[in-house]
């Protein structure tokens, strides 16, 4: 059983920078980050390959990175010029067939960090 653990999480102000981690136990094909903002459905940010193709929601490009160390068997989150309307439960995510890309079939999840950003 694949196990996901995210920390990093915290409070920060408006254009500060957070980095998440996620430490997975086994490497597995596609990688993930969502969000879930109070009162709103969780929504996809970043997705990466095992060989390095990554995707990002329209809202996060130029601002956020996505990485991870295979090696280390930890998924990482780059987060700057961070706002308000990022604040929510950030969650690590995985699957182990299909497209990386596609937001959808990701079946492995892990607890979450709650990411704060005030105005």
């Known amino acids: 059983q694949l196990q996901l653990v995210e920390s990093g999480g915290g409070s920060v102000q408006d254009g500060g920078s957070l980095r998440l981690s996620c430490a997975y136990s086994?490497?597995?094909?596609?990688m993930a980050w969502f969000r879930e903002a109070p009162g709103q459905e969780r929504e996809g940010v970043a997705t990466?390959?095992?060989?390095?193709?990554?995707t990002y929601t329209d809202s996060v490009k130029g601002r956020f990175t996505i990485s991870r160390d295979n090696v280390k068997k930890i998924l990482y989150l780059q987060m700057n010029n961070l706002k308000p309307e990022d604040t929510g439960m950030y969650y690590c995510?995985?699957?182990?067939?299909?497209?990386?890309?596609?937001?959808?079939?990701?079946?492995?999840w892990g607890q979450g960090t709650q990411v704060t950003v005030s105005s």
């Open positions: 990466m390959g095992i060989v390095g193709a990554q």
């Open positions: 086994k490497n597995i094909v596609c």
């Open positions: 995510a995985a699957k182990g067939s299909g497209s990386c890309a596609s937001w959808s079939g990701y079946g492995y």
